[in-house]
């Protein structure tokens, strides 16, 4: 899905559940091959302007989304649940995590930086990957943007930025695909459902046709009162 587009349906679904219109959602889908840039982002992390680049108001430096990577917009109202924004994105780190385990990938969390991180002991020590960047944006306690999770991207296009602002030559960039797990789209979907709702509350899932685009999208709301 185009980006802008995405970026105009998140923002106006995030206003909605600040005025109590609509249900909080998590929005799982694909962009064509493009980069973003968040508040941190510094012009000479973008080595080689490959793809669009995007400015958007989310925390973090550059990233790259493309075919083959899963996007998640979460839309939740963390008034209802718990006002504290490095919880959350905590919480995502473990989201991701556990989604992960269901293919036997050990993702782990790093307190100096933010993202899902696989150990590369086969590149030598204290090499590891990056395979989920997260970064998001709070306004009057509902979260916007989200995560990307690499199932099959070409890693190649990671090497227009310094992806999240990560120079050291021992972080680099993985996928399910470069560890040898071959999965589906679809089979990543009910993983992260299946490891969002202990974390968050159950879910109502809706698919529905991705414009211009013969895959689909897919959302979940929640019908939960509060989170963990």
């Excluded at 990671?158 to 040898?180: N, Q």
């Excluded at 685009?213 to 009162?225: D, G, V």
């Amino acid at each position: 899905m185009a980006y802008d587009a995405a970026l105009a349906a998140m923002t106006a679904r995030a206003e909605a559940i600040v005025r109590g219109e609509s249900r909080e959602l998590v929005w799982l889908l694909e962009h064509p091959a493009l980069y973003t840039a968040g508040t941190s982002a510094r012009p000479a992390e973008l080595i080689e302007a490959r793809f669009p680049v995007h400015t958007t108001g989310r925390g973090g430096q550059f990233t790259y989304h493309g075919p083959g990577q899963r996007v998640g917009y979460v839309m939740l109202d963390l008034k209802r649940r718990t006002p504290d924004v490095r919880r959350f994105v905590a919480t995502i780190e473990k989201w991701i995590i556990r989604a992960l385990a269901t293919f036997n990938v050990r993702g782990e969390r790093r307190d100096d930086r933010v993202g899902v991180w696989v150990k590369r002991p086969d590149k030598g020590e204290g090499f590891e990957d990056k395979i989920a960047a997260i970064g998001i944006r709070v306004r009057q306690w509902v979260t916007l943007h989200g995560f990307s999770l690499n199932v099959e991207p070409d890693l190649s296009h990671f090497s227009g930025i310094v992806p999240c602002g990560v120079a050291d030559a021992r972080h680099g960039v993985t996928s399910l695909a470069d560890l040898g797990v071959t999965v589906s789209m679809p089979e990543v979907d009910i993983a992260l459902r299946a490891a969002f709702e202990p974390l968050f509350g159950k879910t109502v899932q809706k698919v529905e046709s991705t414009e211009n685009n013969s895959s689909r999208r897919r959302s979940a709301t929640s019908s939960a009162p509060a989170s963990r």
